[in-house]
């Protein structure tokens, strides 16, 4: 196996994929900064921030000889006998100077600055910048120009071109490009052709420094205020892995998480700012109870059991299974139903499409099916039905009267349910209806339930490439709303709280089609086509 010896560590290379200087230090631990560099784009090798000292070893004496001059980490693919210094004084005097020659020109509104907190400037300035500032000019005008979905701060950007080079090569829509020469380039769009394609919103992210501004969270919190949880993009069937930045149960801020297996390292704006709905003040927050023409409010206290004692006395029981339920959530529902009524049908609640699939350049898709779990609540639904009934065919099946009573879990963002398709409901004995907003289906319901919304849940998705992920809740739903798992759970007659990644153990064990999942789940997913191969 070839090897790199990097600040005298020796690293052997991994076969695969040629590795550039960064990722050949990542492999040893030791960090390059670098500003235009990075992994999803092509390299510029134009901000010098990564410049290190590259040598030779001799095969037959392993003499080393270096080169004279100092190298851009980025731009050299390592290989077999060479040598990198990345902690030389030579190289520590030239990250100063570029540090120098950035702050020259920027100007030093940290205090107001959205990036202030994970910008690389102001980091890498504490780590390799130097003290003293030697000149006192001070050129900056702190002007803004709205390039359209974005506003850039023009005097922060540092010329990376990452912003650029993703608009060229990643989202294919070209609308950003470089002005001007030397000190007096600027990132700009050509007039009448701003900013505007569905994945704009990763220049933000991709931005080193906070000259991207997103409008969304511009102002909005500080950075070192938020926490970070593990998510997944629940606005489509692509299944995005995602960071979700909150205060006080409150999303600020969602962005993508890196999983090569997935989304790479970028999410569309759908995704990005699919979270006010988890915060409308129209979401259902109490549980309510049909008692006659008016309605009453009930505890969450007993009622599990109470739900169970009316659906036994029911009759024929369907559940309508929502794609926005868990894999857990949809084996518990489904296990609780049928252990009522063997004979219960279970329906996978209505998949909403939206236009068609959309592929950007490099890979990146925006599913037209835009939910995050019907491949799940599918496999769930197979094992326990052996046939996967679709909303559409429970409808005639009440027309007859052949079901006496139903459970329908929601969770759609969106009014997902018409007048007239909810009065086909109206004539069960017993009409259970879980959701997050008031729809025309809970006007006709016995029981109203609130549910939880997508960072509020425990739970894995597998998306439309089989691939299963599971997360953790980020927010604590809003009093009075309940996740569905945990009711489910109380329903069972299961002990203690509702474990997510204990009932994906008993799903792996009953479903061959999750038998994957019986390990630990990695951060970027399993693959459970092997199980459809097998
Ligand atoms: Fe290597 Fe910019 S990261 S030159």
């Not at 692509?238 to 801020?253: F, H, L, M, P, V």
């Not at 997935?262 to 569309?268: A, D, E, F, G, M």
Request: glycine share 8%.
């Amino acid at each position: 196996m070839p090897t790199v010896l990097i600040d005298n560590r020796e690293i052997e290379i991994p076969a695969g994929r040629p590795l550039n200087g960064i990722e050949a230090a990542r492999l040893a631990g030791i960090q390059i900064p670098h500003y235009c560099w990075h992994p999803g784009l092509s390299v510029a090798g134009s901000c010098r921030m990564c410049l290190v000292e590259v040598g030779a070893r001799d095969a037959k004496t392993g003499k080393i000889s270096m080169q004279s001059k100092l190298t851009p980490a980025c731009n050299i693919v390592v290989g077999d006998r060479m040598v990198l210094v990345t902690n030389s004084e030579k190289v520590a005097r030239a990250r100063a100077m570029v540090e120098e020659d950035l702050l020259l020109r920027h100007p030093i509104d940290c205090p107001i600055c959205d990036k202030a907190g994970e910008c690389k400037l102001q980091d890498y300035h504490f780590r390799y910048g130097q003290g003293d500032r030697r000149a006192d000019i001070r050129p900056f005008s702190s002007s803004r120009r709205d390039l359209g979905d974005i506003t850039l701060f023009v005097d922060r950007c540092v010329m990376c071109s990452r912003c650029v080079r993703f608009t060229a090569e990643i989202s294919g829509t070209r609308e950003l490009m470089v002005t001007g020469r030397g000190a007096g380039e600027e990132i700009n769009v050509f007039a009448g052709y701003p900013l505007h394609n569905k994945l704009s919103g990763n220049v933000v992210d991709l931005c080193p420094v906070g000259a991207m501004g997103d409008k969304e969270f511009l102002y909005r919190q500080r950075v070192w205020f938020m926490r970070q949880h593990a998510g997944i993009c629940t606005g489509c069937a692509t299944g995005c892995s995602t960071w979700i930045d909150e205060n006080q149960d409150r999303i600020y801020r969602i962005r993508p998480r890196e999983n090569p297996s997935v989304n790479q390292w970028w999410i569309c704006n759908d995704g990005r700012y699919d979270y006010p709905h988890v915060h409308n003040p129209d979401r259902l927050t109490q549980p309510r109870r049909r008692d006659g023409q008016s309605w009453c409010n009930v505890d969450w206290t007993g009622l599990a059991g109470q739900l169970r004692q009316v659906l036994q006395q029911a009759g024929r029981l369907a559940a309508v299974v929502s794609p926005f339920l868990t894999v857990e959530e949809a084996y518990l529902l489904c296990k609780f139903i049928r252990g009522i009524d063997r004979q219960a049908l279970l329906v996978l609640g209505p998949v909403p499409e939206v236009g068609e699939d959309e592929q950007f350049p490099k890979g990146f898709t925006i599913c037209a099916e835009k939910c995050p779990n019907r491949r799940g609540v599918e496999a769930v639904i197979a094992h326990f039905a052996h046939r996967v009934m679709p909303f559409d065919e429970l409808l005639p099946v009440l027309d007859r009267g052949e079901v006496q009573a139903a459970w329908l879990s929601g969770g759609y963002r969106r009014e997902w349910i018409d007048a007239a398709t909810a009065e086909r409901f109206a004539r069960l004995k017993l009409l259970v209806v879980q959701d997050l907003f008031p729809s025309p289906l809970c006007e006709r319901a016995h029981y109203v339930l609130p549910g939880a919304a997508f960072a509020e849940r425990n739970g894995s998705y597998v998306n439309r490439g089989d691939r299963l992920q599971s997360v953790a809740w980020a927010i604590r739903p809003p009093a009075g709303v309940r996740s569905e798992g945990s009711l489910y759970w109380e329903m069972l007659g299961g002990s203690g709280l509702f474990n997510a990644a204990s009932v994906l153990q008993e799903v792996a064990r009953e479903v061959p089609y999750f038998s994957a999942a019986t390990g630990p789940i990695p951060a970027n997913g399993l693959d459970l086509k092997v199980n459809l191969l097998a």
